[in-house]
Structure formats: C-alpha cells, structure tokens
C-alpha cells in the first residue's frame, strides 16, 4: 500500500489560512489522492481529491506538486469548526480494471483553530 | 440521494457475548463497502470491505466477521467479544473508481 507522512499536529488562527502539508513519494500514476476529516465522535468526511492538477471545491483547495510526491490541502480562512484530524489517504485500487478501491487512513494531522 | 444507516449508535455487551452490527445504504446500486475499527485515540483501521454480494475481504485477522446478504446491507459480528473489541465502527461506501467514500454516523462498541 502507497503510504502518506503528515505532521501529527498544526495550530492555526481563526480567519486566517491554513496549510496542510503530506508527502506521498511512492504514489504511482494510478493512485488518486483524498483528503478526509474527522470531528470528535464523528465518522471521517470527505473534504477533497485529485489526480494531477489542482482542484477547488466548497470546502477547500487541493495543490498537488508537479511531481505528485506531495500535496497540500488549504482551508482558505479556518473556522472554530474546521477544528479536526485531517487525513491525507492514496487510494489503493483492489483490481486492474480500477472500479473499486480502498482507502487506509494514517494517523493524520490534529488541526487546532485558536480564537 | 444516497443515505447510509448504521445502528446501533453505542452498545455495551459482556466479554463473550455475540455481536451484529448492520449497515445499509439507499439510494445506490452495488456499492463497495466498508468496516473500519478506531480503537481510542487512535486511527481508522479497515477490517473489512466487499465490492458485491457475498464477496468479503479481510483486512486482518481478528475475532470479527462480516457478510453481504444483499447488495445494500453490509453486517459486522462476532460469535465471542474480547475486551479488546471494543471501539468505534464505522460502515461506509463508494461507488464509482474515482467517488469518495462516505460514512455512517458509527457505533460506539464497549465490551465489558
């Protein structure tokens, strides 16, 4: 299974950016990269994933180095809410035809969101 | 649109005892599915997945099991819980190669 390095925790300010760093050197060409977080007592929720290029949604940015060796997940301005372990995950496929895949959480990044 | 439902929310059972935890999910067809285990202040450990009916795999060897019935129910048991099964479970799917998984609310497992 491809593995994923994040840093085991981040402190950030409310209303400010945040930066989310994960190093993924063995990642192959096939392997999407996905980022979830977890609340207390919740169940992990996904928050973005990507390929090769960039990508934007609702909830975050995701920048992916040319190389794919790394990748950095961006909350915009950081919210009290936004408070979690953010996981940063390779999907492994489970046959070559590559409709279905698993997902192997790591230990993640516990992001704290100072007021 | 799609739904998953997972009960039941916490349970506290004996050492020894049986366990059935049931997840389905609506709104989707053949969906693959998943139990991850996180034990306390740790991370999300899969144990299971299944990408049809009656099709299992097992992540790691363990006291647990789980069986397909139908295409959208998804069961996690035990014949004799150890204390060391307690946890959170966590049942989830996907669909489509590229599609993230989504999660149930869980079930908070507290053998005694």
């Known amino acids: 299974d491809a593995k994923t390095t994040q840093p085991n925790s981040m402190e950030s300010n409310e209303e400010e950016p945040v930066h989310l760093p994960c190093n993924h050197s063995?990642?192959?060409?096939?392997?999407?990269i996905h980022w979830y977080r977890q609340l207390p007592s919740q169940g992990p929720e996904y928050v973005i994933h990507?390929?090769?290029s960039n990508v934007n949604n609702r909830m975050a940015s995701l920048a992916i180095a040319e190389d794919r060796k790394s990748s950095t997940l961006i909350l915009h301005r950081a919210t009290l809410r936004d408070a979690a372990v953010y996981y940063c995950i390779l999907r492994d496929l489970l046959n070559s035809g590559g409709s279905n895949y698993k997902l192997t959480f790591g230990k993640g990044t516990l992001l704290t969101v100072n007021p | 649109s799609q739904t998953i439902h997972q009960w039941p929310a916490t349970l506290v059972q004996p050492v020894g005892s049986p366990l059935s935890l049931e997840c389905t999910v609506e709104?989707?067809?053949?969906?693959?599915l998943y139990w991850y285990r996180q034990a306390a202040g740790r991370g999300l450990q899969l144990l299971f997945y299944?990408?049809?009916?009656?099709?299992i795999s097992s992540e790691v060897p363990q006291n647990l099991s789980a069986s397909r019935p139908q295409d959208r129910q998804f069961i996690l048991s035990s014949k004799k819980l150890l204390l060391s099964d307690s946890g959170f479970y966590l049942c989830?799917?996907?669909?489509?190669?590229?599609?993230?998984?989504?999660f149930g609310n869980g079930t908070r497992l507290t053998v005694t």
């Open positions: 990507g390929l090769t």
């Open positions: 989830a799917w996907s669909t489509a190669f590229n599609s993230p998984l989504h």
């Open positions: 063995t990642i192959s060409g096939t392997d999407y």
């Open positions: 709104g989707t067809s053949n969906p693959n």
């Open positions: 299944s990408v049809g009916i009656g099709q």
